[in-house]
């Protein structure tokens, strides 16, 4: 009866906003060339004290960039940068930017990527842990 | 799944309730009423129940009295790991309401889903048993939860439907729904537990089970959240369980 109990309460106690570890990476990447900023927001956050400000900038042809402005945050596992039609995570509103494979200090980071499929609709920037299905945070951009 | 259980019911709830039908002989008295302390283990897949109940029996006919019923409380523990929790309601979830929903089939296109990393709830049920012996040794039977309450830590759900609503947050807390009751299908409330199982006999008071469990897990969102342009607003949200389990008895009259 103890051990089940122990086992219980261990369970209970794995939550994904305590699972961090990782080195912190501080990048500082230059604004995006040749392309325009079409929109930005601030981070609301819920986990792994993500903060920092999310900006689209489109250019001439297919090739988009997200861009991360003092962007903070815990390293998690398996976490994306989505664009999404919704501030919450599905697989039919949400278009894969990129991988984040570390925790961030006051970073500027660019991600590039291609519009294929990409509306006007697509206003929200997710960071989103996949294997905890867990949302780090969003940004409407505006 | 949903076919097990209701298969329970049907069998619990058969005409003529045998538990008005048993004889007043003193000399099966003492056969006749069994008293069961019970603990049971189920597990499969990143979940994980444990059940602490007691039951008692009332041996059904005059002489062999092979076949008991009764009632009894069960206390149950669940945790679960990154599952999806959908849409609860049979108002939504199928086409018939009432009874008619065992046989319904669910309308996926109003599902919706919300998860967390892990959900842990305790919940205190009335039961009902029925039991049949097969052999001296071997016992055969089933239970199913039918009223009482549940209680455990509010958690922080992502919601992660396609059809959410804009102007609400991703994120939502919800905590498992206080009160459950027994009703049929996707028609019951909250967390209910129920098993079917084969019991061995060591000797007269102890005896190890084996079976199979099926459980609901509920949770209520502090928020009604909107679908679909507010077409469904909901806040409850229910995982099954499947799990196999293994269960020790301690009977000590």
Known sequence: MLFVCVATLSLSCVEEDTISGGPNSSIMDMVPENKKQTGAGVFTSYAHDLSGKASLFCGDDDNKAIRFEDFNMLAGPDVYVFISKSNNYSKANAIEVAKLPSGYMDSDINFDFKSQGLTSDHKFVLVYCVQYNSLFGFAELE | ?253
């Open chain 2, 1 to 253: 799944m949903i076919f097990m259980r209701n298969l329970i019911l049907l069998i619990l709830f058969l005409p003529g309730c045998p538990l008005l039908m048993y004889a007043q002989s003193s000399e099966t008295k003492r056969y006749r009423d069994q008293h069961y302390f019970d603990l049971a283990v189920a597990g499969a897949s990143e979940r994980f129940s444990t059940a602490l109940s007691w039951s008692h029996l009332h041996g059904i006919g005059k002489k062999k009295q092979k076949l008991q019923i009764g009632y009894g409380l069960r206390f149950t523990t669940f945790v679960a790991g990154n599952k999806y929790y959908t849409t609860a309601p049979a108002e939504y979830t199928s086409d018939v309401q009432g009874i008619g929903t065992i046989f319904s089939e669910t309308i996926e296109e109003n599902i919706d889903t919300i998860t967390t990393a892990t959900t842990l709830t305790f919940s205190l049920n009335l039961a009902l048993y029925i039991q049949y012996t097969l052999t001296p040794k071997i016992d055969v039977g089933c239970n199913i939860d039918v009223i009482g309450f549940s209680f455990g830590p509010t958690k922080t759900f992502n919601v992660i439907s396609s059809v959410y609503d804009a102007g609400q947050a991703p994120v939502q807390r919800a905590s498992p729904t206080a009160f459950n009751l027994l009703l049929t299908s996707d028609n019951d409330i909250g967390s209910l537990n129920s098993e079917f199982y084969a019991r061995y006999k060591f000797n007269s008071k102890f005896s190890v089970r084996v079976g199979y469990a099926f459980l609901f897990s509920e949770y209520e969102t502090e928020d009604s959240l909107s679908f679909d342009e507010g077409r469904i607003v909901n806040d409850r949200y229910r995982y099954k369980a499947s799990m196999g389990f293994v269960g020790v008895t301690f009977k000590p009259f």
